[in-house]
């Protein structure tokens, strides 16, 4: 079982609300955890966030999007903690908490796609090009619903297990 699987089951166990995407299409509600992007039917480029209205592609900007999951795993490009509570609308925990941001280079896409850490994971444990792997986080959350978006978590390898 993955490690995104294994959040998600713990994410369940955790609490009877209605889990919703914070930010409706950008990601998988159900199943394994994926971002929602876009490829270019005549260039191949991909996007993320998806964009159904235009090619981002200058030689191509009229070609056909077509939604497409994105690799589920990447590696660590760079990241950074936030010691800073950031303006509306981000909803923040209460008191303020740190996080840590990575930017991820996805497997087969090549492309770089920002998230925050997983909560419970240490950001001083991180190091250029580990392994890391998208699963839906809770953002907040209110008296019905919990506001999912995706988030990264490092792969456990064989060492460490």
């Not at 990601?27 to 998806?50: H, I």
């Not at 986080?137 to 506001?147: A, K, R, S, T």
Request: charged residues 25%; contains cysteine.
């Amino acid at each position: 079982m993955s490690n995104a699987e294994l959040q998600n089951k713990r994410d369940s166990k955790t609490s009877n609300k209605t889990q919703l995407a914070a930010i409706e299409g950008w990601m998988t509600t159900d199943g394994e955890a994926r971002l929602v992007g876009g490829r270019g039917a005549e260039t191949g480029s991909y996007f993320f966030p998806k964009n159904m209205a235009f090619s981002r592609n200058p030689s191509a900007p009229s070609e056909e999007i077509a939604e497409v999951h994105l690799s589920a795993r990447g590696r660590v490009w760079s990241w950074t903690t936030n010691h800073y509570q950031p303006p509306a609308p981000y909803m923040p925990a209460d008191p303020f908490v740190p996080y840590t941001v990575l930017a991820v280079e996805l497997d087969e896409e090549r492309m770089v796609v920002l998230g925050r850490l997983a909560p419970d994971c240490d950001p001083s444990t991180l190091t250029s090009g580990a392994e890391v792997e998208v699963e839906r986080g809770v953002l907040y959350e209110d008296d019905d619903n919990q506001y999912m978006v995706w988030q990264w978590r490092p792969v456990a390898t064989e060492a460490a297990r």
